[in-house]
Nanobody, 122 residues
Framework: QVQLVESGGGLVQPGGSLRLSCAASGFTFSKFAMNWYRQAPGKERELVAT????????NYADSVRGRFTISRDNAKNTVYLQMNILKPEDTAVYYCNSPQAARVGVFPQGYWGQGTQVTVSS
């Protein structure tokens, strides 16, 4: 029953914006820190942003700091990634996950959702 379902990706021009959503179910979402990752073709999966449980402290990869904002709505069991001033190098499949939850056995070993494709191109 544990699921992470990413959505909101699409094709956008450089300088544009997208808002990604990750809907979580099957566990006590509010107790766990959540992360966004991305994986571009031929590249390893990269950590993009993190948000802790309450209080919601955040951190970002240097490449996205100042352009992306991670947030969460515990009432909706959802974590968001607001992506502004998008660049072609942001093109990737974006995933959410919680290493904290995985370490305590909430997720099956190696579990990832489907991800959502973000393509930044003119």
């Amino acid at each position: 029953q544990v699921q992470l379902v990413e959505s909101g990706g699409g094709l956008v021009q450089p300088g544009g914006s997208l808002r990604l959503s990750c809907a979580a179910s099957g566990f006590t979402f509010s107790k766990f820190a959540m992360n966004w990752y991305r994986q571009a073709p031929g590249k390893e999966r990269e950590l993009v942003a993190t948000i802790s449980s309450i209080p919601s402290m955040t951190n970002y990869a240097d490449s996205v700091r100042g352009r992306f904002t991670i947030s969460r709505d515990n009432a909706k069991n959802t974590v968001y990634l607001q992506m502004n001033i998008l660049k072609p190098e942001d093109t990737a499949v974006y995933y959410c996950n919680s290493p904290q939850a995985a370490r305590v056995g909430v997720f099956p070993q190696g579990y990832w959702g489907q991800g959502t494709q973000v393509t930044v191109s003119s």
